[in-house]
């Protein structure tokens, strides 16, 4: 089993309707193949991660990469695990909002991941909600 964790941008940023249709389809196609994550949109920027068997986790991703939607898909971390941070979620998702300059992407984006003892996903996610969550 493996984790991946990566970044991208979109081409232009999704209206809810789009995200949703995203998401559904991601959390069907997900669980149909025994992959779980979480994904953080902040503006056009997506970060996220993705647990599996790895060839499920290496679809998933190539599909992923192949969607014109979005460009510049950077690998951030990809490497073997034993268990999942995220066992229950076929995506979990913190949707963008504008920070009210208090914090609360951050904040939410904490929550979610307060239960994961993995240090290294903690600080891509809490990173990027400070910084792309607006």
């Known amino acids: 089993m493996i984790r991946l964790i990566y970044i991208s941008t ?6 809810a309707a ?4 995203v998401l559904r389809a991601s959390r069907r196609n997900n669980a149909a193949v025994g992959v ?5 949109v902040g503006g056009r920027r997506f970060l996220q991660a993705l647990e599996g068997p790895a060839d499920a986790v290496a679809q998933t991703y190539d599909r992923i990469k192949a969607d014109g939607r979005h460009f510049a898909a950077v690998t ?3 490497r073997p695990i034993a268990e999942r941070s995220f066992p229950d ?3 979990g998702h913190q949707p963008s909002r504008p920070l009210r300059g208090d914090g609360a992407v951050a904040d939410d984006v904490s929550r979610l ?9 903690h600080a891509y996610f809490a ?6 969550a607006a």
């Open 10 to 15: 979109a081409r232009s940023e999704l209206s």
């Open 127 to 132: 990173e990027f909600a400070k910084k792309h």
């Open 89 to 91: 979620w076929a995506m």
């Open 18 to 21: 789009e995200l949703e249709g």
């Open 36 to 40: 779980t994550g979480l994904l953080v």
């Open 113 to 121: 991941i307060a239960p994961i003892a993995d240090p290294t996903m």
């Open 76 to 78: 951030l971390d990809n």
